[in-house]
């Protein structure tokens, strides 16, 4: 037993993304790979969510408290439909891996698909097919067999050999599926319907088999899905209490006793096999098709606290549990977690293991740009470190589970997660959205949204909503305390929260909720009156700011105070749908981070923080140039698309990060059709004082003038070409520096890459980052050369991007124009690749190429 129990902490902790996981008892096998896809842009096949919809709801049933749902008597639909039958001829279909996006890869311009969709094609009917291959043991009527979705976009529905096995409308849900009873031996057909109409999201929502899938065999006395819940009621640095609660489920055709154990490790301590803690084996029976859950708990000593950088640490522990008969294993189930305590101050905001921890928190979207919303390990991680980078603490998951990955690496980074479930509850904003399902499924989607997410210690808040219709009805309160209570029910742990952008504190809607989360009210003096009726709740900005702007653009005259509106003179270009980069304007809704910046600090410490709007730029809602001819995706980006930072990015890190040595100046300094005009210079630092020289000669140095004031400023300095300089000082001495060149005519490219290594395994990325320079390798920053992208050896380009709003240029496209100097591509190894991947970069109109060498291992 101590053997395999090592063997499982070895493959769980160091294999996370490896396509088996071996554990003794269960094997979960990575479906992704060698898929056959087909849209459909008309209905094929005369089926649709009405006519699945009795087959599909049943699969809620596990997820539901009070009536279920009937299992219908009638023949299921789809069996006489090609698509399903191992006799299909597949050939003229698409080959694909999972994840699978089908929009991403375009056209822009979509018929039907709205700008706010980021006018991709996500519309229509998919069909995915592939052959599993069963043995035996498969089917002897001993083991289960699950698929295990992670998410498809969206009303999904599954046939195996012919059968309608079931399903799961949402498109951002987790579920499962059992297999077993249509599994024959050899060869079986797998075949899943997805379909998305025009009008179902108001951000770009993807489509396909998006996220990943899996098979998972055990036995038919198992753990169930998400079975179990490991909680830390009581923590200090001398010793914590770890309660962990288990769910067998016998599936047999008879009754069961079973040992049920669990061992507690700690992750990547160096200590080997060695438990920290050991829970008594309890027995217990299990009545055929019945579960039960075991309970107990464990004082694990001098337990290494799960925390957020960088006053804590994310420690981790993995909780193995095994159920065995005798000396027989007969299944294992790994859980990974975290030992520490929260609390939610009304006085102090928000306290990690008794520390207080501000929340410099983004909120995202789930789509990784040029990729679409197939989920991505690298390109998430690369996220999460740009926004780690920029003194990042905590993410808002926008307004959707996310994929289950993301917490993972939320766990291991440790970010703070307020994790949400919805973006509308029965009241709709578009007119196939969630709305249509919430009466049936609201309960199964979020219990299981619950059970599947409660063991991160990443995640310190759930939300049930975002900006809801109606919310100073008495209905959304109703609803509101429903689902709150759901919520309670799977986990009293956690506090609730819905972000709310029009409810009063008079409203039903705020007195429901643990906590207080404010989308764009705090600015505007709303924190006080909240804090003052509800003195109980704590309260934080749930959605802030909306600041918009374009990379690398600026225009004049340069608004004299430090909030404006984009519709102002000097802050936008409407015909070229350009928004300046001074980081002033904001939609209408929101403000600057300067003014949002001035709210937070007024009202400290109760104020536990915020939740920006938004990290990245993503797919649709290109406010304010949504409609028709207008842009492909948002301005909210602290980083652009393409993961190219703005220059609000150095305004978040002086405050998120004050102690790095950094100095950030803006505008560039290439402005030949202004000499001698006003071009205001802009410095973003921690440095308690900045002088600004043009050309050798000084513009002054100047102090923060005073609490509420977060950016330098010079607003008189006239241009002249040559050299802008910005020096920060501290303490009297030099802390940091920034310089920005005129720059000459484009003669070249610059070429880096963010990896030099990268895993053969066809999945993983290297980011090629290009710059256009001038002769002297200054950046041109206002070059829109096209460049044209080639990959040589075991690799292959997988998209470009340059970050820019308007450019409707197909994404797996080679060829690229810049974007204020910029252009980016995304490489990959061919699967199973090794050796090196050389990326040639040559540019229209340029004199010289660049070059990198990505190697493949």
């Known amino acids: 037993m101590f053997a395999l129990t090592y063997l499982v902490f070895l493959a769980v902790a ?66 006489n439909i090609p698509y399903v039958q191992s006799s299909f001829n597949d ?82 849900a987790s579920w499962r599926l059992d297999l077993t009873r249509y599994l024959r031996e050899g060869n079986n057909t797998l075949a899943i319907r997805l379909e998305n109409a025009v009008d ?17 065999k055990v036995d038919r006395m198992h753990v169930a899905q998400w079975g179990t819940q490991v909680t830390t009621p009581d923590v200090s640095e001398k010793e914590a209490t770890v309660k962990v609660v288990v769910q067998v489920e016998n599936l047999g055709g008879a009754a069961r006793e079973v040992d049920v154990s669990t061992r ?25 098709g019945e579960k039960r859950f075991v309970n107990d708990s464990v004082t694990v000593p001098n337990p290494r606290l799960w925390g957020p950088p960088p006053s804590q640490t994310p420690h981790l522990y ?109 009241a709709g904003k578009t007119a196939n959205d969630y709305h249509l399902l919430y009466p049936e499924w609201h309960e199964a989607d979020l219990r299981a949204f619950i059970r599947r997410d409660r063991n991160h210690p990443s995640v310190i808040a759930w939300s049930i909503g975002n900006e809801v219709q109606n919310q100073e009805s008495a209905l959304v309160a109703r609803e509101a305390i429903e689902l709150q209570s ?39 003096g709303n924190y006080a009156a909240f804090h003052q009726k509800f003195p109980d709740k704590m309260i934080w900005g749930s959605e802030t700011a909306s600041c918009i702007s374009s990379r690398g653009t600026y225009f004049f005259p340069v608004h004299s105070g430090n909030n404006n509106r984009y519709s102002a003179v000097g802050s936008s270009d409407a015909a070229a749908r350009y928004i300046s980069a001074y980081e002033l304007a904001d939609p209408g809704w929101g403000d600057s981070p300067d003014a949002v910046f001035v709210a937070q600090e007024r009202f400290q410490p109760w104020v536990a923080g915020e939740f920006v709007w938004t990290g990245f730029d993503y797919l649709g809602e290109p406010t304010p140039w949504g409609g028709q001819g207008g842009s492909r995706s948002s301005y909210f980006g602290i980083v652009d698309l393409a993961g190219f930072p703005k220059d609000r990015f150095w305004l978040y890190q002086a405050r998120w990060r004050p102690e790095k040595a950094m100095v950030h100046l803006l505008p560039h300094w290439t402005w030949p059709e202004r000499v001698g005009d006003v071009t205001p210079v802009h410095v973003f630092s921690g440095a308690e004082e900045v002088e600004v020289w043009v050309n050798g000669v000084s513009q002054g140095r100047r102090k923060k003038s005073g609490k509420g004031v977060y950016r330098f400023r010079w607003d008189e300095v006239k241009y002249q070409a040559g050299e ?24 070249a490219l610059a070429v880096s890459v ?98 990198v060498v990505v190697t493949a291992q």
């Open 318 to 426: 993995l909780a193995v549990t095994t159920l065995s008969s005798g000396s027989a294993v007969i299944d294992t189930y790994t859980t990974r977690f975290g030992i520490r305590s929260i609390t939610y101050s009304p006085s102090n905001g928000l306290l990690i293991n008794s520390q207080r921890v501000y929340v410099q928190g983004t909120c995202n979207h789930h789509d990784q740009g040029a990729l679409g919303a197939a989920y991505n390990h690298r390109a998430t991680q690369r996220q999460l470190q740009i926004l780690r980078d920029m003194g990042a603490n905590a993410l808002r998951t926008s307004h959707n589970p996310p994929a289950p990955d993301l917490l993972d690496l939320a766990d291991e980074m440790g970010f703070l997660v307020l994790d949400e479930a919805f973006d509308c509850w029965s």
């Open 486 to 524: 759901i919520v309670h029910s799977e986990d009293p742990s956690r506090q609730v929260t819905s972000a709310m952008n029009a409810a009063t504190p008079d409203h039903a809607l705020p007195a429901t909720l643990d906590i207080i989360g404010l989308n764009y009210q705090g600015e505007y």
């Open 264 to 288: 507690i490790y700690a992750v990547g301590d160096g200590s080997g096999a060695e438990a920290v803690a050991t829970i008594k084996t309890v027995t217990t029976a299990v009545a055929a």
């Open 91 to 172: 050939d003229t279909w698409q080959q694909v891996d999972l994840p699978h996006d089908w929009a991403i890869t375009g056209p822009f311009g979509a018929p039907g698909i709205s700008g706010g969709m980021g006018r991709l094609p996500t519309n229509g009917i998919g069909w995915y097919r592939k052959t599993l291959l069963a043995t035996a043991d498969d089917i002897s009527g001993t083991k289960s067999i699950f698929l295990d979705v992670d998410g498809a976009m969206s009303y999904a529905a599954v046939w195996l050999n012919g059968n309608l096995v079931g399903g799961w409308p949402w498109g951002y």
């Open 200 to 216: 179902n999201s108001r951000w770009y929502p993807g489509a396909g088999i998006y996220r990943n899938l899996w098979l998972v």
């Open 754 to 851: 963010d990896r030099a290594v990268i895993d053969g395994d066809g999945r993983d990325l290297a980011y090629v980052r290009v710059e256009v320079v001038d002769d002297k390798g200054t950046m041109v920053p206002r070059t829109n050369n096209t460049v044209e992208f080639s990959v040589a050896g075991p690799g292959k380009l997988v998209a470009t991007d340059n970050g820019d709003p308007t450019d409707m240029t197909a994404f797996p496209s080679a060829s690229r124009r810049a974007f204020s100097g910029l252009a980016l591509g995304i490489v990959k190894a061919e699967k199973g690749a090794k050796g090196k991947i050389t990326v040639t970069v040559r540019g229209d109109g340029l004199i010289r190429e660049g070059e």
């Open 724 to 747: 802008v300089v910005a020096v920060g000082y501290k303490d009297g001495k030099e802390w940091g520096r920034d310089v920005k060149k005129t720059a000459g005519k484009a003669a």
């Open 14 to 79: 160091n294999a996370a993304n490896a396509a088996t996981i071996p554990t003794p008892g269960r094997v979960r096998t990575s479906l992704n790979d060698n898929w056959k896809f087909s849209r459909f842009t008309n209905n094929p096949d005369s089926l649709s969510y009405n006519s699945l919809k009795p087959w599909l709801l049943p699969q809620a049933n596990l997820f539901i408290t009070g009536t279920k749902y009937p299992n219908p008597s009638a023949s299921s639909p789809g069996a």
